[in-house]
């Protein structure tokens, strides 16, 4: 399921009009309590320090699955079980166009270590960390529709 493009920033005016999009695996990771896995931008990225749902960009040849099992296995050092995609969502950011599709992971192991310097919270609804980066409230919109039984 996916809600149309969410424009950031006035990324489409800033941006040129036909570019391809991104295609990006993102972990939601839920843990026995129910609690999600939010980690912060790593330096030197864009929107550095914002929260966000792990994950990152799908190369060539790969599935979202295997980008997914790769990009948590190098930025928070847990190996996945398996994992589909639940939402996908279009957001169009000043710097790229990108497709990003959730997956929620209920299975996983290794204990967390972050890689990239990032830190990490885990959390439960509403959120309480800032700023989250825009691509991630939508998820966190349709956990709380869920939770709420929509």
């Not at 996916?2 to 391809?20: E, F, I, K, N, T």
């Not at 994950?55 to 994992?83: F, N, P, W, Y």
Request: charged share 20%.
């Amino acid at each position: 399921m996916s809600d149309g493009v969410l424009v950031v920033d006035g990324g489409r005016a800033a941006a040129q009009p036909h570019r391809p999009a991104t295609e990006v695996a993102v972990g939601i990771l839920i843990d026995e309590q129910g609690r999600y896995l939010l980690t912060t931008r790593p330096t030197g990225k864009a929107y550095a320090g914002y929260w966000e749902f792990p994950g990152g960009k799908v190369e060539s040849g790969e599935t979202v699955e295997q980008a997914l099992r790769r990009e948590l296995q190098e930025e928070v050092g847990v190996t996945i079980g398996q994992a589909q995609i639940w939402r996908t969502q279009l957001v169009d950011y000043p710097h790229a166009l990108v497709h990003l599709n959730f997956c929620k992971v209920y299975d996983w192991t290794g204990a967390l270590q972050m890689h990239e310097g990032q830190q990490f919270v885990w959390t439960s609804l509403p959120v309480l960390c800032e700023p989250v980066l825009p691509g991630t409230v939508p998820v966190l919109t349709w956990l709380a529709e869920e939770a709420a039984g929509g």
